[in-house]
């Protein structure tokens, strides 16, 4: 059971398609740690999870600010600003956030043939299940940016192949007698990358190729092949891609039904909406509800 009410501002959320997640996890430089869901939490308030029989993924939680707390066989754990934790898989469990200082989380869920191995290598002692502190540091959090923003452009296989190897750097920063930290420049952003911020603020909306080019300051056709080059989709199928993901995060944190979830992503017919989500997850959006709730 987790409760979140209406999801929390500012959150960024990441679940991988079961279609893209069966044909990633068999590839030789992901298949030994590799992430199923990703997210960011903004003072979670009410967030509260419990899972009677565990979670198939170990779970990573990076507290930024405030407090929360889990509890693992009956023995509960406070956690305080730059702590983490990792629950194994399988392991039943429940978290939250503090309710009067409500923790800012980052979370990852994770499996893979080496996932043990890297937590083996985080904690001397495995059932040992207190959290750590850490010393605040911005390039963790550099890197875990690094790692989502790939995920999302996960139309480009190659993106979840560099995305998963960053998360293996991610969870080593974590070791803090190796961290040693080696500050990014950020680069100045480049047309396609304008044309999906701007993608993103505009889920809502019908938009054509051509109002994407003027974005991207190209043709039509120009930009279509640059698009094309650069994420291996087309502009328009990407922005379905990411309205099915918006669509992913209300079904997860919302009480909206379908069809009004269709509505809030630009879809004026419940049903089109439904076989496009359908295509894209490998399931309708009410078995992903369901799914999520189990």
């Given at each position: 059971m987790a409760t979140r009410e209406e999801?929390?501002?500012?959150?960024?959320?990441?679940?991988?398609?079961?279609?893209?997640l069966s044909r990633?996890?068999?590839?030789?430089?992901?298949e030994t740690l590799y992430i199923t869901d990703i997210g960011y939490?903004?003072?979670?308030n009410n967030h509260a999870c419990e899972r009677k029989n565990g979670c198939g993924q170990h779970i990573l939680i990076y507290c930024l600010e405030g407090?929360?707390?889990y509890m693992i066989d009956n023995q509960k754990y406070l956690v305080n600003q730059d702590h983490f934790f990792i629950i194994p898989a399988n392991l039943p469990h429940s978290y939250g956030a503090n309710i009067n200082n409500p923790w800012t989380i980052?979370?990852?869920?994770?499996?893979g043939t080496l996932s043990a191995h890297y937590i083996n290598f985080l904690f001397e002692n495995t059932k040992n299940y207190s959290p750590v502190a850490l010393l605040p540091n911005n390039q963790r959090l550099v890197i875990f940016d690094d790692i989502i923003s790939h995920i999302e452009m996960s139309f480009n296989d190659d993106n979840i192949v560099y995305a998963n190897a960053q998360f293996s750097h991610f969870l080593t920063t974590f070791k803090a007698s190796v961290f040693n930290p080696n500050p990014q420049h950020t680069t100045e952003t480049d047309p396609i990358s304008?044309?999906?911020?701007?993608?993103?603020?505009?889920?809502?909306?019908?938009?054509?190729?051509?109002q994407l080019a003027d974005v991207a300051g190209m043709s039509a056709s120009h930009f279509s092949a640059v698009f094309r080059q650069k994420v291996q989709s087309s502009p328009i199928n990407f922005f379905t891609f990411l309205k099915v993901q918006q669509a992913c995060s209300l079904l997860e944190h919302s009480k909206l039904r379908v069809k009004e979830i269709a509505y809030t992503i630009g879809y004026n017919d419940p049903y089109h909406f439904s076989r496009i989500f359908t295509t894209v997850m490998g399931i309708s959006p009410r078995e992903f509800r369901k799914k999520i709730k189990e």
């Open positions: 999801g929390f501002l500012g959150q960024r959320t990441y679940i991988m398609p079961h279609e893209l990633v996890i068999k590839h030789p430089l992901v939490y903004l003072k979670a407090e929360g707390w980052y979370w990852v869920h994770f499996v304008k044309v999906i911020a701007y993608m993103k603020k505009h889920l809502t909306e019908t938009l054509t190729l051509e």
